[in-house]
């Protein structure tokens, strides 16, 4: 199967993996996909585009692996199902969620527990508008010889009451097609991005997204640093050269304001909270076995979440 093509049952990508498996379109008996809670080819609450399904249907799947009522059926390459990415350009950026208690983890905090179709999001006690997601970037070898990343972040429960993870391999190219390294910053940066796109927020009825992260570096930087860093035109003072050099990264944290910005249209405000190591240990130990585990993929991968 080529490079590139898309799941469309549970979670989009290939190269990603999920614990939550009750995630798919609804299949109508001539084969055609439509997203299962609105019966839509192209749905923009579920962020799903099935229109592909006309041009697989009119040929003999030779290019396919299994037959088109497989639940396995893929998406040509070029036709993801995900949202347009975005360059952030800096008219929105995201704030820092402030607890009222300090010292409340994550999941005790956002308490509520809000039930969509076939699962639970974490939600705070008293307005269910507000989800919590909680991520994480790792890097095995970082800066090192052979480095290999991965990423994950926790979106909810099952019907059982398990935590429901959503990881992958981090890509050796960025969003734009452009060569990234394999490091733990570049990580926690992609886990970010694939929590918010991984669903049409406002579509849940949802007007604020809560991250959770361990990490310095996602939380001061999407909250204080890039407002420099757009200012400057992405360029910061460098010691080691003599002057200025691009802020590392850029691809992603131009990506990352992109999505603040595009769903803000809907109403839909992000935030972020640095939380202790401790209390980030299941996104931690997913994100690092993903790493250990899958193949590192060229080009960038979306992961997707359909709900039906």
């Not at 697989?56 to 199902?81: H, I, M, Q, T, Y």
């Not at 944290?253 to 240990?281: D, S, T, Y």
Request: charged share 25%; aromatic share 10%; net charge negative.
């Amino acid at each position: 199967m080529p490079r590139g093509y898309f799941l469309a049952q549970g979670l989009a990508p290939l190269g990603c993996s999920s614990s939550d498996d009750d995630e798919g379109p609804c299949e109508l008996p001539d084969g055609r996909l439509v997203c299962g809670p609105h019966g839509l080819v192209w749905c923009g609450k579920c962020c799903t585009d099935y229109s592909y399904m006309e041009d697989v249907l009119g040929e003999d799947n030779k290019d396919f692996e299994g037959d088109r009522n497989s639940p396995n059926v893929a998406a040509p390459a070029g036709r993801g199902l995900g949202p347009e990415k975005v360059k952030g350009t800096g008219l929105v950026f995201p704030s820092r969620f402030e607890p009222p208690v300090e010292t409340q983890p994550p999941l005790e905090l956002f308490s509520g527990r809000r039930r969509h179709l076939k699962m639970t999001r974490y939600t705070y006690p008293g307005d269910s508008s507000i989800l919590l997601m909680m991520t994480d970037g790792a890097c095995l070898n970082n800066g090192q010889a052979n480095p290999r990343a991965g990423w994950a972040f926790v979106q909810g429960l099952n019907l059982e009451g398990k935590p429901l993870t959503v990881s992958g391999r981090l890509e050796q190219q960025g969003p734009w097609g452009d060569n990234g390294i394999q490091s733990s910053n570049r990580a926690e940066l992609r886990a970010v991005i694939a929590a918010l796109r991984f669903r049409h927020w406002p579509g849940e009825g949802f007007h604020t997204v809560v991250v959770a992260t361990d990490s310095e570096y996602i939380v001061e930087g999407s909250t204080r640093w890039v407002r420099t860093w757009v200012r400057n035109n992405w360029r910061t003072r460098s010691k080691k050269e003599g002057g200025y050099a691009s802020v590392k990264n850029k691809d992603l944290w131009e990506m990352l304001l992109g999505e603040c910005e595009r769903p803000h249209h809907n109403g839909l405000a992000i935030q972020f909270w640095r939380i202790p190591r401790e209390w980030n240990k299941l996104a931690d130990e997913e994100a690092k076995k993903v790493a250990a585990v899958e193949e590192t993929p060229d080009e960038w991968i979306d992961c997707l979440g359909m709900a039906f």
